[in-house]
C-alpha cells in the first residue's frame, strides 16, 4: 500500500491488483497529475497463497471484511477523502463491503464491467456513484482508456468535507409513495415553518434500506414514518420490500418516530404477467404499464398491523401511530380502486393486538392526504425535536 496526504486528502484506488494492475496504475497516474495522492487497496485473490483456496466464497467475504476494515481506518485517520473501484463482478462485491461504512456523500465510484443486475444491488443499498463499462476490462486499449480517463478525472476533483458538528439545522426523515405525495408535500412545508429540514425516501424498497441505515448512521432528529407500505410487500412478497430491519432503526437509536400506514393498501409487483398465480384473482391495478398494484385483503393487513406492532415493541424512544379513518392512499378513498374501510380496520385491529403500552395510538376521522393528517403528524414531531433536549436534561 502506497500512502501519502495532500490538503484536498488521497485518493483510494480499490482493485484486484493481480488481475487490474494495469488498470489501477493507468487511474493513479491521472489523479496525481490533477495534484492529488493515491492509496491503493488491493483485494486480489490470489497474494499469499489466497487463490489456493477452496471455498471462494468463504475467501471473497474475508477479503470484503479485510477492504472494510482498511478504508474505515484510512477514512478515521483523515487520510483520504475519495475512493475509487475498478472491478468486474466479483471486485464489484467487494468494493460495495469496503464502503459500507462510509458516510452519506463520501466520493464512491465504481468503474465496473459487472452484470446490472449486480450493480442495480450496489446502488440500492449504498449511494455508490456506478460507471459500467460495458466492455470487459483486460487492460488499457481504445476503449478502456476513455472510461477509465473519465472515472479518475471525476473522482480527482471530489473530497468529502464533513458537516460541522453544530452547524446543520435538525433533520427529519419522511417516507413517501406517490399515493401518499399530498400528505408528504404538506408535512415538509409546515416542518419547514419550524426550521426543520425534511429528507424524503421513497417507500420503494431501496428507499426504506436506505433510510434505516442513514437513522442508524445518526443522520436524524426524528423520522415521520408516514409511508409503511414496504411492510406490505415483505409480507406478501413484493418487489418493493425494504427487508426485514425495515421500522427497526428510529427505535435502536431513540430518537422520536412518528408511524402511520401510509399505503399499505396495496402491494408492489411488476408488469401484470409477474404478479403471482396465488394472487391473479385478487382486486389488482395498473398503475403503471411496468407496476401492477395488488389490494391488500383484511386478514392480509391485520398480519401487517401486528407486525408493525411487534416492530415497535423495542423502541427506546418516543413513539406514536396515528391511523387516519378515511383512508390511507389516494387510490383508497371513497370511489377509488382499493376503498376498502374493512381492511383498514383490520390493519388497526392487528396493530392493537401487539402494540405496547409504552406506544400510542391517535385515531384521526380524516384521510392520510388530508391537511389535517399532516398538521397532526408535525405538531407531534415538531413538540418532541424542540422539547427533547429540555427533557433529556432532565433525566
Avoid at 41 to 52: F, H, I, L
Avoid at 228 to 257: F, N, S, V, W, Y
Wanted: charged share 20%.
Amino acid at each position: 500500500m502506497t500512502e501519502a496526504k495532500s490538503s484536498d486528502g488521497a485518493v483510494a484506488i480499490v482493485a484486484t491488483l493481480d488481475t487490474k494492475q494495469a488498470e489501477a496504475s493507468f487511474v493513479a497516474e491521472i489523479i496525481r497529475s490533477r495534484g492529488r495522492e493515491v492509496v491503493f487497496v488491493d483485494v486480489g485473490t490470489s497474494k499469499d497463497g489466497a487463490a489456493r483456496s477452496n471455498d471462494p466464497a468463504s475467501l471473497l467475504a474475508e477479503i470484503g471484511r479485510n477492504a472494510r476494515a482498511s478504508v474505515n481506518a484510512l477514512h478515521v485517520d483523515g487520510t483520504i477523502t475519495a475512493i475509487v473501484g475498478i472491478a468486474g463482478g466479483k471486485g464489484s462485491g467487494v468494493f460495495g463491503e469496503a464502503v459500507a461504512d462510509l458516510p452519506y456523500g463520501f466520493p464512491k465510484l465504481l468503474v465496473s464491467s459487472a452484470r446490472p443486475a449486480l450493480l442495480a444491488d450496489l446502488a440500492a443499498r449504498s449511494d455508490i456513484l456506478l460507471y459500467p463499462t460495458i466492455v470487459d476490462l483486460f487492460g488499457i486499449n481504445g476503449f478502456t482508456s476513455r472510461i477509465l480517463r473519465n472515472a479518475a478525472d471525476a473522482i480527482a476533483a471530489m473530497h468529502y468535507a464533513p458537516q460541522q458538528p453544530g452547524s446543520r439545522r435538525k433533520i427529519v426523515a419522511m417516507t413517501a409513495f406517490g399515493v401518499t405525495t399530498p400528505a408528504v408535500n404538506h408535512c415538509v412545508r409546515l416542518l419547514s415553518q419550524y426550521g426543520i429540514e425534511t429528507i424524503v425516501f421513497p417507500a420503494n424498497g431501496a428507499g426504506g434500506r436506505k433510510m434505516e441505515s442513514l437513522v442508524d448512521a445518526g443522520e436524524f432528529d426524528a423520522v415521520l414514518d408516514l409511508t409503511t407500505t414496504e411492510l406490505a410487500d415483505e409480507h406478501l412478497g413484493g418487489t418493493a420490500t425494504a427487508g426485514a430491519e425495515r421500522l427497526t432503526a428510529a427505535g435502536r437509536k431513540g430518537i422520536p418516530q412518528l408511524i402511520a400506514p401510509g399505503a399499505v393498501d396495496m402491494v408492489n409487483f411488476g408488469i401484470r404477467s409477474s404478479v403471482p398465480a396465488r394472487f391473479c384473482d385478487r382486486k389488482l391495478y395498473a398503475h403503471t404499464p411496468y407496476t401492477t398494484l395488488m389490494r391488500t385483503s383484511e386478514d392480509e393487513t391485520f398480519e401487517i398491523g401486528r407486525i408493525t406492532a411487534q416492530k415497535l415493541a423495542g423502541a427506546k424512544g418516543p413513539s406514536l401511530v396515528i391511523w387516519p379513518s378515511e383512508g390511507v392512499s389516494d387510490y383508497d378513498r371513497e370511489g377509488g380502486v382499493f376503498h376498502d374501510p374493512g381492511a383498514n380496520r383490520a390493519w388497526l385491529a392487528g396493530l392493537r393486538s401487539a402494540l405496547p403500552a409504552s406506544v400510542q395510538c391517535q385515531e384521526l376521522r380524516c384521510h392520510i392526504n388530508d391537511p389535517a393528517f399532516a398538521e397532526a403528524a408535525v405538531g407531534w414531531i415538531v413538540d418532541q425535536i424542540h422539547n427533547r433536549g429540555v427533557r433529556d436534561a432532565h433525566v
